[in-house]
Nanobody, 116 residues
Framework: QVQLVESGGGLVQPGGSLRLSCVAS????????MSWYRQAPGKERELVAT????????NYAESVKGRFTISRDNAKNTVYLQMNSLRPEDTAAYYC?????????WGQGTQVTVSS
């Protein structure tokens, strides 16, 4: 069955870094656009970063530009989110999403907490 499994979240101090991973199975990963979303308590889910199926194009939310980097390894069915210079406002549950045509899959999320 379709699975997206995120990992790499945790507690980090402001200014620190984390690398999130999302491993996909059960579908053809290489044709899907992959994205990371996040949702903070009491807020709507927001798009953080997107990468096209071949990795040729990426897009970022203004709030994370220059600090976060999305990448993918189609041979490993994995998408990554490198997060640097983390801020308390980056605290949220981070979700991986796979999108192709009308198909959209979600992972269960991984919590990122930025606090001193």
């Amino acid at each position: 069955q379709v699975q997206l499994v995120e990992s790499g979240g945790g507690l980090v101090q402001p200014g620190g870094s984390l690398r999130l991973s999302c491993v996909a199975s059960g579908f053809t990963f290489s044709v899907h656009t992959m994205s990371w979303y996040r949702q903070a308590p009491g807020k709507e889910r927001e798009l953080v970063a997107t990468i096209t199926s071949t990795g040729g194009r990426t897009n970022y939310a203004e709030s994370v530009k220059g600090r976060f980097t999305i990448s993918r390894d189609n041979a490993k069915n994995t998408v990554y989110l490198q997060m640097n210079s983390l801020r308390p406002e980056d605290t949220a549950a981070y979700y991986c999403n796979a999108q192709w045509l009308l198909y959209s899959y979600w992972g269960q999320g991984t919590q990122v907490t930025v606090s001193s």
